[in-house]
């Protein structure tokens, strides 16, 4: 079975970094696209990030573009997203998901980040 | 900049059947926009339902089902049952990297 456990969330200052980690189990890691999707508070699902499996190509959201840096481990069945110059508006749950044919497959709980003074 | 819209809310009763839509604000959806459908309770993690238009995610009833309908992909829940009272995203793919989410439909079932 597919698991997903994301990490790393917590509350940071507007300006500050934070990294987030998702741990993955259940599926040879080092063959998925992996991708963070995230969702603020009361608010829709946004595709945030994506990354192929050796590591080499990167996507990303223009909210998050030059701010925001997705990698991986494939020894350690790991991806990350580094976070920097967080806004108010990067608050939300944050979701890793495996990704397929265009889409996101969410399996984990999320971990929230909070950007407050 | 394209806008991907979903209705804000829509209804079913017990039984019956409902389509929820996925359009574009500019242009039409086509299978080359790889249209997905996730299901969300709240508190919980998003679902996938569909992906790829019309291929169901494994585990999914058979109730759910996607097409493109017209200019839009679309979900269709024929056989509505009283757990299916929850919010349903569309994501589609815009090309040039990019994927973005629709507003969400929050689907009652009375």
């Known amino acids: 079975e597919v698991q997903l456990v994301e990490s790393g969330g917590g509350l940071v200052q507007p300006g500050g970094s934070l990294r987030l980690s998702c741990a993955a189990s259940g599926i040879t890691f080092s063959s998925w696209w992996m991708t963070w999707v995230r969702q603020a508070p009361g608010k829709g699902l946004e595709w945030v990030a994506n990354?192929?499996?050796?590591?080499?190509?990167?996507h990303y959201a223009d909210s998050v573009k030059g701010r925001f840096t997705i990698s991986r481990d494939n020894a350690k069945d790991s991806v990350t997203l580094q976070m920097s110059s967080l806004r108010a508006d990067d608050t939300a749950v944050y979701y890793c998901a495996t990704s397929f044919d265009y889409a996101f497959d969410m399996r984990g709980q999320g971990t929230m980040v909070t950007v407050s003074s | 900049q394209t806008v991907v819209i979903q209705e804000p809310s829509s209804s079913v009763s017990p039984g019956g059947t409902v389509t929820l839509t996925c359009g574009l604000s500019s242009g039409s959806v086509s299978t080359g926009n790889y249209p997905s459908w996730y299901q969300q309770t709240p508190g919980q993690t998003p679902r996938m339902l569909i992906y790829n238009t019309n291929t169901r995610s494994s585990g999914v009833p058979d109730r759910f089902s996607g097409s493109i309908l017209g200019t839009k992909a679309a979900l269709t829940i024929t056989g509505a049952q009283a757990e299916d009272d929850s919010d349903f995203y569309c994501?589609?793919?815009?090309?040039?990297?990019?994927?973005?989410f629709g507003g969400g439909t929050k689907l009652t079932v009375l």
């Open positions: 990354i192929n499996p050796d590591g080499s190509t990167k």
């Open positions: 994501v589609l793919f815009l090309g040039s990297a990019t994927w973005q």
